[in-house]
């Protein structure tokens, strides 16, 4: 009954070589994120979609992009994979009609390993 | 400064110890608070939310003070499962809506 859901689990890719990864809900939540986890380390966050406005973060890299095409389903494409990129991607979401107290929910995330 | 800061720890306490994290936030206008528990190459869960009169859950309380910029959780008779990275995370307010930022986290070993 997982309600944030993200595939693969485990991804290797090569270097240079385009990556996307998918997360789909079933909260109906408006707003999806998606952060990057390195090793001890805070998720940092990467982008986000209020419903289908894109916000993207300052000092996340052109290299990352972001498609939703409708609420349930979010993708993050990697251009051009450089080892600096393996990390975990975790995906979550939350509901801005209940603004002030509406956490994130995660999805188990992505290993990217990049070879 | 960074927006969310914690003490990394990490802290190892024993069985049955009473152990308090903080968390400072730069941004005034911040909104909502968590505390999540990221264990070892998993996920992050919610904790709980804090509110502005302080709140319990259990063994856990959470406490927010607005006009220090700060943030606590209290653990009392703390158990080897609550071995974890307790993340505190923060929502901006005003025009960055939505947005959450993450504190670098605090460890917490508890040994028998």
């Known amino acids: 009954d997982a309600m944030v859901i993200q595939n693969p689990r485990y991804q290797v890719t090569q270097f240079g070589k385009p990556v996307t990864l998918s997360c789909s809900q079933t909260?109906?939540?408006?707003?999806m994120y998606w952060y990057q986890q390195k090793s001890s380390q805070a998720p940092k966050l990467l982008f986000h979609?209020?419903?289908?406005?894109?916000?993207n973060e300052a000092d996340t890299p052109d290299n990352f992009q972001s498609r939703r095409p409708n609420t349930s389903f979010c993708f993050l494409d990697i251009r051009s994979p450089g080892l600096g990129d393996a990390a975990m991607y975790l995906c979550?979401?939350?509901?801005?009609?209940?603004?002030?107290?509406?956490?994130?929910?995660f999805g188990n995330g992505t290993r990217l390993t990049v070879t | 400064r960074k927006e969310v800061e914690q003490d990394p720890g990490p802290f190892n306490v024993p069985e049955g110890a009473t152990v308090a994290f903080n968390c400072t936030y730069s941004?005034?206008?911040?909104?909502?608070f968590f505390w999540y528990r990221q264990d070892c190459r998993k996920e992050p869960k919610l904790l709980m939310s804090?509110?502005?009169s302080g709140n319990e859950d259990g063994r856990f309380t959470a406490q927010l003070n607005r006009a220090s910029q700060y943030i606590s959780l209290l653990i009392r008779d703390s158990k080897l499962s609550d071995s974890a990275t307790y993340l505190c995370?923060?929502?901006?307010?005003?025009?960055?809506?939505?947005?959450?930022?993450f504190g670098q986290g605090t460890i917490l070993t508890v040994h028998p």
């Open positions: 909260l109906n939540h408006n707003v």
């Open positions: 979550a979401t939350s509901s801005l009609l209940r603004m002030n107290d509406s956490p994130l929910h």
């Open positions: 804090v509110y502005s």
């Open positions: 979609y209020y419903d289908k406005d894109f916000n």
């Open positions: 941004n005034s206008a911040s909104q909502s």
């Open positions: 995370v923060v929502r901006a307010g005003g025009t960055s809506y939505g947005k959450l930022t």
